[in-house]
């Protein structure tokens, strides 16, 4: 009976105990009434204590037996769930025990899906998953496909259980066994035995499942064989014989079929005794019992040597087309084998290296060549060699270096079960260097790295620290030992905080979400770090081939500064640059309106109250219209300034008449500079007779010719001679103007381009710069150059170069 069904039975026992026990109590309690005799009185006085007394007992047995029916519980239910784990183990201990087997399980129970357990390797391809085994035409040919799914549903069906072998689609022989299982159905899969054409066949470890096979499972047995096999059936008669049966049947001339095979075995002859074909091999006879018939193959007889020599001579034409240097020696130190690469490595005559050839006869040539180490005793050296003919196991010697600088590694293996060695050699020269060249690449870079002024940190895909350099240690404020054991990113991250405590182990954390994202499409990643500590911080992340992070860091806080302090003055500049036009333009304005008053009131008193004036007044009237027509050229020269350095300039390009340009800039020298006190300059003019047509701004050019001669009236000495000539050279026009002034000097003709006016000029000398500045504007905008040169002994001479016709100068431009 279960605990649970028990605790009921006892609760009702316990609780008549109770109850049996209390009405005790309660007699117990009346009994000095009853034997004083019945009295109603009494009787009413001390039955409410008996009822009281009773019903405490009662209460108090029944907490006791209560708690000791939970307590009961308990143990049940504690016992109960140690038995269910015990179980639930046991099941995993099972399943364990299942999956861990060379076979494939698969289990249907209830309405869940299949369950499979083992190792799908041992059934199906390579590299193929366990589901995969439901789908059995991908590991199945058509028909053996065909015939596992009719058992299979004969089992779920029907609960039909089977045992059969089937053939896969890569040639395997594999074992099912199906059985129903309750409301289920089960199929084991395994391997009959290792592989088609295995050596092994048939024998004793497969006695059993041949012995309990059906006979087409039989036949498939022994059709992967790669010996003569055969099937009897009850009589003795043969029913069947595989591929090599029928093969050494046809070389002893007789017709034989699979399922008419050829009798090449006397039946009568003694089991025990070998078959002798002849000039065919010597055979032992191996037979097992079945139900209704027995199965047999034929074992060759030969000794192991002769097998271990007809393998080696089976893998002869594998290891000829390795590039790999191999030799093989049998146990009498006898060359067997051997490939073209090893006869390449020793550079040995292939007529020398006959089969049968000793070792040691090998090695001594080896020597007389200098082909092998360098050996102060060099025939204790030969027999440590030769001692990997008793070994078990593979051995790799130390390289051997040669005289000629190779190193050879070589690695020797037991060739078989009777001995024998088979030598593999590897020339590690090129390795070597490749690997001393890549060692110092390594140091190069390792250096150039910590020479870098960024801190660099190259991250593993595990997060952990690969690489780094002083920088790193010194920029995140850490001890360089915390890089020595390849920290992890959050070790890192711990540290900085420890030494930046504001936010150090924050600023970490975010990039370590750059560090361990292993999305193939990631891109590379740059930003700016500002720390708590007032340093700013540019880093970049960088994805390296091999699937690492790079990550670089650099202090740009001095240089931000500056780009800061280049920004701040800058911008001063332009505003400077916006305040200095906005003044330009509007004095210009201001004072043209005040000076046109000027002009014209100094015109009215010349023609009105000219004759009323003495000759003092009027030399004073010529002074203020002078000065103003020259005042006027000078706000016209700031407004030109001021509409070029805005990019609104623009030529108007026509036909001129040179002769007319020069006498409206005559006329402006003659209003600018009157003849008063003889101060008048001289001007002479030189005009190259047929010149060509002219094509320029008119406007612009009158105004460069009155600068430059401005420039030269103001320079030249009272009187003195002012020359312009005009003529012009192939497609361009040369304006030149010659004074008798103090000269150009080296710094004013550098200056040319700027202003040719300085500090040092005089007070005639003084304004030049700004004239000039418009020649020089209104020239380029022409194409054309402007120079200065100095005249001997006195004077200077400037040239203005322009082309014939300034439209196409400019489309060019």
Known sequence: MKEGSMAPARLRKRWGFAASASACLTLLTAAPALAQGFAPASLGNIAPIAVAIGAGGFALISMTIIRRLLADNRAARRRAAEQIADLR???????????????????????????????????????????????????????????????????????????????????????????????????????????????????????????????QSVRALLGLLSKPAFL???????????????????????????????????????????????????????????????????????????????????????????????????????????????????????????????????????????????????????????????????????PWHLPDGRTIKVISAPAGPEGGVIYVYEDLTERLELESTNKS?????????????????????????????????????????????????????????????????????????SIVDLNPTRTDRTGRLNRSDGRLIDYAITRLPDGQTMMTFLDVTESASYSKVLKERNDALVAADRLKDAFVENVSYELRSPLTNIIGFSDLLADNEGQSLNERQREYLDYIRASSVTLGVLIDNILDLASVDAGIAELKPEILDIPALIDKARAGIAASFPEVSGEAPNLVIAIEPDLPQFVADGTRIVQVLYNLLSNAARFSPPGGEIRLSVSHRAERMLFVIEDEGPGITDEMKAAILTRLDGPQAGGRQRGAGLALSIVRTFVNLHGGTISAEKREPRGSRIIVNLPMNSALAGVAE
Request: charged share 25%.
């Open 441 to 513: 690449f390594t140091n190069v870079m390792r250096e150039s790295i910590n020479a870098l002024s960024e801190a660099v940190a190259v991250f593993g895909t595990n997060g952990r620290l690969t690489l780094s350099n002083p920088q790193l240690s010194k920029l995140w404020k850490l001890p360089l030992n915390a890089f020595d054991a390849n920290p992890h990113i959050d070790q890192l991250a711990e540290a900085s905080g420890l030494a930046i405590p504001e936010d150090g182990a924050t600023i970490w954390r975010d990039l370590k979400r």
């Open 89 to 215: 183990a046991l099941v995993d201990e099972y399943e364990n025990l299942v999956s861990g087997s060379t076979e494939l399980t698969i289990l249907w129970s209830g309405q869940d899906g299949p369950r499979i357990l083992g190792q799908a390797s041992a059934v199906l391809p390579p590299g193929r998953q366990p589901q995969s085994v439901l789908n059995l035409h991908s590991w199945l040919g058509a028909a053996e496909s065909n015939r596992l799914a009719a058992m299979l549903d004969e089992l779920r069906l029907q609960g039909r259980g089977f045992s059969a072998s089937i053939k896969t689609a890569e040639g395997k022989l594999v074992r099912a066994t199906g059985w129903a299982m309750g409301d289920g159905a089960a199929m084991r899969l395994r391997p009959a035995f290792s592989q088609p054409g295995d050596e092994a066949a048939l024998v004793a470890d497969n006695e059993a499942e041949i012995a309990e096979n059906d006979q």
């Open 232 to 398: 009897r059936d009850g009589t003795g008669q043969l029913v069947y014989a595989n591929g090599a049966y029928c093969a050494l049947a046809t070389a002893l001339d007789k017709t034989c079929l699979e399922t008419r095979p050829a009798e090449i075995i006397d039946p009568r002859a003694n089991k025990t005794a070998p078959v002798d074909f002849a000039d065919h091999g010597r055979f032992e006879l191996v037979e097992i019992e079945l139900p209704g018939g027995r199965a047999g193959y034929l074992r060759p007889l030969e000794n192991a040597w002769q097998k271990s020599e007809a393998g080696l001579a089976h893998i002869g034409g594998i290891i000829d087309a390795l590039a790999t240097p191999i030799a093989i020696f049998n146990a009498r130190r006898e060359l067997t084998q051997f490939n073209a690469a090893y006869a390449a490595l020793w550079n040995l005559d292939p007529a020398f290296l006959t089969k049968g050839l000793d070792e040691r006869a090998i090695l001594d040539k080896l020597r007389t060549l200098g082909m092998l180490p360098n050996q102060v005793d060099y025939h204790t050296w030969r027999a440590k060699h030769l001692e990997s003919y008793q070994r078990k196991v593979p051995f790799e010697a130390e």
